[in-house]
């Protein structure tokens, strides 16, 4: 099992990015995915999550109407596209892969399968 985040980068604030998570050794039909966060000095944290079938959404409040996760399951791949970036964004980004949508959510435990981060820097 694999999950390799990529398309981080430095962007100007307003700008935006377009994060991947490739996987493989699992179908996005049994697993949901989550996108986190974590910010120099700063705890991981939830940014967005897709369940399994790629049914429901879910979307931090600081997020919300500004990033967009969507999945492409010939390619096996979750998508995290992020508009309007802002100062506070900037954080090394995973993805997470678990059975459970609501373990991504609430991050009651570690979820099953986690990602290499990927650096996202917004400069203001």
């Known amino acids: 099992v694999q999950l390799q985040a990529s398309g981080g980068g430095l962007v100007q604030a307003g700008g935006s990015l377009k994060l991947s998570c490739a996987t493989s050794?699992?179908?996005?039909?049994?697993?949901?995915i989550g996108w986190f966060r974590q910010a120099p000095g700063k705890g991981r944290e939830v940014v967005s999550c897709?369940?399994?079938?790629?049914?429901?959404?879910y979307y931090a409040d600081s997020v919300k109407g500004r990033f967009t996760v969507s999945t492409d399951k010939a390619k096996n791949t979750v998508y995290l596209r992020m508009n309007s970036l802002k100062p506070e964004d900037t954080a090394v980004y995973y993805c997470?892969?678990?059975?459970?949508?609501?373990?991504?959510?609430?991050?009651?435990?570690?979820?099953?399968?986690w990602g290499q981060g990927t650096q996202v820097t917004v400069s203001s």
């Open positions: 050794g699992f179908s996005l039909d049994n697993y949901a």
């Open positions: 897709v369940s399994r079938r790629g049914l429901s959404t």
């Open positions: 997470a892969a678990d059975t459970s949508l609501h373990t991504l959510v609430s991050l009651s435990t570690s979820p099953e399968y």
